[in-house]
């Protein structure tokens, strides 16, 4: 569904991806791993069109996509759920949830409500907060409220940049269960993640970044049994 190739991209003199290549699968979960300052979430903006690649492509169902903007790429089914979540704080949660849709099919009205009720149903505590400033949600409901925004739009492939980021573990596990179901409705999961033991346990594949560059690849439960990658690139105990 989506293949990446050598992809570099720099930020003036740094080197943020140094020619990672990485392929992901339709109906897959595939999780990115690294340390902070991997490249990770240079990834899956260059992906979304948030930055330019200096060279390398990016096909998703073979077409090239590298370079296209955000919008371009959104409408092609790609949805890209930022770190941080970036919900608009001052806006009800179901503002939040329109804006999602409004890019690709603002006047169908129809449709835009239909998914509006999916939404809810999916997360039933953003339908009884429908009303509620965004800003006042809890970390873990504002994380909900992200992935659904992303979800407006009906897209085949979901990017999740750290979806775990600030949660209580209880949180976390919640969050795991709602991308697992994800996959089981059909939507295929680009997965980063700093919390490389969580993100691995439910991911079909997965791909460690390190300075810009994969340095190892191989199916979730490969790389948790791998002590090369949890303890030399990630330092954690195994
Ligand atoms: P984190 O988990 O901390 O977000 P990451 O793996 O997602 O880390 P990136 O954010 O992609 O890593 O950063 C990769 C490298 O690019 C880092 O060395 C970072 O300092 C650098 N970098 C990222 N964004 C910029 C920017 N806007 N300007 C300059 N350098 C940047």
Redesign the pocket.
């Known amino acids: 569904m989506l293949v990446i190739d050598d992809l570099k991209v720099s930020?003036?003199q740094?080197k943020?991806l140094q020619g990672a290549s990485l392929k992901v699968n339709a109906g897959e979960i595939v999780a990115v791993i690294?340390?902070?300052?991997?490249?990770?979430?240079?990834?899956l903006?260059a992906v979304s069109g948030l930055v330019r690649p200096s060279s390398g492509s990016i096909k998703f169902h073979g077409r090239e996509i590298a370079g296209l903007d955000p919008d371009a790429v959104k409408r092609m089914g790609i949805s890209h759920v930022p770190?941080g979540r970036m919900i608009f704080a001052d806006q009800t949660v179901e503002d939040n949830l329109l804006l999602g849709a409004y890019i690709i099919f603002g006047k169908d009205k129809s449709r835009v409500m239909a998914n509006l009720e999916r939404e809810y149903a999916r997360f039933p505590r953003l339908a009884e907060r429908r009303k509620q400033l965004a800003g006042t949600l809890s970390g873990g409901e504002q994380q909900m409220l992200a992935i659904s925004r992303g979800l407006m739009t009906d897209p085949p492939l979901i990017a999740l940049d750290?979806p775990s980021l600030g949660l209580a573990p209880i949180i976390v596990e919640q969050i795991l269960k709602n991308i697992l179901d994800l996959k089981r409705q059909g939507t295929t999961v680009l997965l980063?993640e700093?919390m490389a033991q969580a993100a691995l346990q439910v991911a079909d594949h997965g791909y460690l970044?390190h300075t810009?560059q994969v340095k190892a690849y191989g199916t979730g439960e490969e790389l948790l049994g791998s002590q090369e990658v949890m303890r030399r690139y990630l330092g954690e105990a195994v």
């Open positions: 930020y003036g740094a943020a690294g340390r902070n300052g991997a490249g990770k979430t240079t990834l903006r770190q750290e980063v700093q970044l810009g």
